[in-house]
C-alpha cells in the first residue's frame, strides 16, 4: 500500500521558515518524481516545486523560486520542502504528491498517481 505522509507544518510569522517532510512508503519511488502543491482556502489547488526521485532535475513555480528548495534522503525516502522568508500569502495546506509522468507535466496535478493527506502552513503577517 502505497503512503506519502506529510508533516512540518505549522504556524510561523512572516519572513520565518518551516521545513515540511514527506516519508514515501509502499513501493520503489526511483522512478518517480515528487512533487509539492499546495490550496489555500477557497482557491484552487497550485503547483509548488517538484523533482525527481534522483535529484537531477527539479522545477518551481515562480511564486516561491528563490525561496522554497526542494531536495530528498534517499535513504529516509523522505522528500523535503524548505521554505524560507514565508508570506502571508503563502498560507495553504500543503500536499506531497509522486508521478510517472514527463516534467513538462509536473504542474498539472492531475497526472499525480498518489497523494499524501496535506499538511497545514499558516504565516501570520
Known amino acids: 500500500q502505497v503512503q506519502l505522509v506529510e508533516s512540518g507544518g505549522g504556524l510561523v510569522q512572516a519572513g520565518g521558515s518551516l521545513r515540511l517532510s514527506c516519508a514515501a512508503s509502499?513501493?520503489?519511488?526511483?522512478?518517480?518524481?515528487m512533487g509539492w502543491f499546495r490550496q489555500a482556502p477557497g482557491k484552487e489547488r497550485e503547483f509548488v516545486a517538484a523533482?525527481?526521485?534522483?535529484?537531477?532535475?527539479?522545477d518551481y513555480a515562480d511564486s516561491v523560486k528563490g525561496r522554497f528548495t526542494i531536495s530528498r534522503d534517499n535513504a529516509k525516502n523522505t522528500v523535503y520542502l524548505r521554505m524560507n522568508s514565508l508570506k502571508a500569502e503563502d498560507t495553504a495546506v500543503y500536499y506531497c504528491?509522486?508521478?510517472?509522468?514527463?516534467?513538462?507535466?509536473?504542474?498539472?496535478?492531475?497526472?499525480?498517481?498518489?497523494w499524501g493527506q496535506g499538511t497545514q502552513v499558516t504565516v501570520s503577517s
Open positions: 504528491a509522486a508521478t510517472q509522468r514527463s516534467k513538462s507535466t509536473w504542474y498539472q496535478g492531475g497526472t499525480y498517481d498518489y
Open positions: 509502499g513501493r520503489t519511488f526511483s522512478s518517480y518524481a
Open positions: 523533482m525527481t526521485w534522483s535529484g537531477g532535475s527539479t
